[in-house]
């Protein structure tokens, strides 16, 4: 079975730095996808961003961006310019696609708690 | 609807009653997925639907627990003879695109068992 390992639980960063968020996982299979998302306060948790294990670049989405690691199996997040609207629980993610042969469950880390501080 | 709709928002039961959770999803997304959400931990699979395929139900803890969907509309979560380990935010997702892992989270349903 897949696991997801963040050993991080709390992390903060002053607002406009740079943070990194890590994420390490364990599987055998070869083709997967990896997320990170965004739990804030309110609670409603959102996708901050996406990686297919076939790609070997390193996905972008504006001030968050990734890098992983595949022999490593590390998945860490780079957030760039924090702002505090940032603060908020992050999981990183991993899931086997059903048409890879997995069951697209979602397999989520425990989470780290940041805080941004201004 | 514009996103994912849960009910009741909170709920507070004594243990050993019944409860039941409702998730009503984003229209046109096939598929739906119940997770669990312990105070401070990860989320815990329970169970999830895809179109008319036969749901997994793989990560439902006990048969206290089951669920159902009605084609690709409302879902529900049941939970019989509540226990005060059941605690916990349930959180339902949608996913419009299949294969993506690409979820849209509700805002959960929050159980506490007295």
């Known amino acids: 079975a897949q696991t997801v390992t963040q050993s991080q639980p709390e992390m903060s960063v002053q607002e406009a730095e740079t943070v990194t968020l890590s994420c390490t996982y364990d599987t055998s299979e070869s083709n997967y996808y990896l997320f990170w998302y965004k739990q804030p306060p309110s609670r409603q948790m959102i996708l901050v961003i996406r990686q297919e294990a076939y790609k070997q670049q390193n996905a972008t989405e504006n001030r968050f961006s990734v890098n992983f690691q595949k022999a490593a199996k590390s998945f860490s997040l780079k957030i760039s310019d924090s702002q505090l609207g940032d603060t908020a629980m992050y999981f990183c993610?991993?899931?086997?696609?059903?048409?890879?042969?997995?069951?697209?469950?979602?397999?989520f880390g425990k989470g780290t708690k940041l805080t941004v501080n201004p | 609807g514009a996103g994912v709709s849960q009910s009741p928002s909170n709920k507070v039961t004594e243990k050993g009653k019944d409860v039941e959770l409702r998730c009503d999803p984003i229209s046109g997304h096939t598929a739906l997925y119940w997770y669990r959400q312990r105070l401070g931990q990860g989320l815990e699979f329970l169970i999830y639907?895809?179109?008319?395929?036969?749901?997994?139900k793989s990560g439902l803890p006990s048969d206290r627990f089951s669920a159902e969907r009605t084609g690709e509309s409302v879902s529900t979560l049941t939970i019989q003879r509540t226990q005060q380990e059941d605690s916990a935010v349930y959180l339902c997702a949608c996913q419009r695109v299949p294969n993506t892992g690409e979820l849209f989270f509700g805002e959960g349903s929050r159980l506490t068992v007295l």
């Open positions: 639907f895809q179109g008319n395929s036969a749901p997994d």
């Open positions: 993610a991993f899931m086997k696609p059903r048409s890879q042969g997995g069951s697209e469950k979602l397999v």
